[in-house]
Nanobody
Framework: QVQLTESGGGLVQPGGSLRLSCATS??????????MKWYRQAPGKERELVAS????????DYADSVKGRFTISRNFAERTVFLQMDSLKPEDTAVYYC???????????WGKGTLVTVSL
């Protein structure tokens, strides 16, 4: 069973930064077969895709609302994915979820989420 564990959420003031981490239980070889994504879900809203990174780490994509402020990256040795969030806004407040999507497959896995609150 693949396990994803998010951490790094918390309360931050507008304009501040947070770095989210997603630790995976995937073996070193298997980790290379998964594209990794960060989603978020704000209260009363649907879950939305925030950022994604390819299995090889050479391609990234972002939602328009976070472009230029968020950066997704992955560390193959640690089998961990990160989301660096800068210039945070109150509208970034949400539970952030990590997702692992296996290449050429419909199989994917989810973490339990970490709460990010941007407020004075």
């Amino acid at each position: 069973q693949v396990q994803l564990t998010e951490s790094g959420g918390g309360l931050v003031q507008p304009g501040g930064s947070l770095r989210l981490s997603c630790a995976t239980s995937l073996s070193g070889f298997t980790f290379n077969n998964y594209a990794m994504k960060w989603y978020r879900q704000a209260p009363g809203k649907e879950r939305e895709l925030v950022a994604s990174i390819s299995s090889g780490g050479d391609s990234t994509d972002y939602a328009d609302s976070v472009k230029g402020r968020f950066t997704i990256s992955r560390n193959f040795a640690e089998r961990t994915v990160f989301l660096q969030m800068d210039s945070l806004k109150p509208e970034d407040t949400a539970v952030y979820y990590c997702n692992a999507k296996r290449r050429f497959s419909s199989t994917d896995y989810w973490g339990k989420g970490t709460l990010v609150t941007v407020s004075l």
